[in-house]
C-alpha cells in the first residue's frame, strides 16, 4: 500500500492502531484524485494500482475488503489493532472492521480510473 496515515518518522505516535500509522483505502483514493486534478498522473496512477493490488492481495486470501491495512505490509488485516490494545478475545469493538463500505465502494471506482 502507499500512503500511511501518519509519518513513518514520526516514531513516537506510529503504531498499528487506526488513525496512527495504517493505510486508508479513502485516503488514498484522496490523495489519487488531488494529484489527478493537478496533472500528476503518473504519481495518481501509482497509488491506485498499488491500493488495488494491495486490497486484491487481502480480499483473495480473506474474502473480504477491510477497513484500515498495514502500511508496512508486516500484519494482515484482520490483527491490526482498532482504538487501542486488542482485546484477548474476538470483539468486533477491538477489531479491524471487515466488509467495510468505503474500501469496497472506493475499490471499484479505482479499478473504473485505471481503466480509462
Request: net charge positive; with cysteine.
Amino acid at each position: 500500500f502507499r500512503v500511511p496515515s501518519i509519518s513513518r518518522k514520526n516514531t513516537e505516535a506510529y503504531a498499528k492502531d487506526m488513525w496512527r500509522g495504517p493505510v486508508w483505502i479513502n485516503i488514498n483514493w484522496l490523495i489519487a484524485f488531488g494529484l489527478e486534478r493537478y496533472g500528476m498522473t503518473a504519481d495518481a496512477r501509482r497509488i491506485l494500482s498499488e491500493t488495488v493490488a494491495g486490497e486484491e492481495k487481502f480480499y483473495l486470501k480473506y474474502g473480504t475488503f477491510f477497513e484500515f491495512y498495514d502500511d508496512r505490509n508486516e500484519c494482515d488485516p484482520p490483527l491490526l489493532c482498532r482504538k487501542g490494545k486488542c482485546a484477548p478475545e474476538i470483539s468486533p469493538y477491538n477489531q479491524v472492521f471487515h466488509d467495510y463500505g468505503w474500501s469496497a465502494t472506493l475499490y471499484i471506482d479505482m479499478l473504473a480510473k485505471l481503466k480509462r
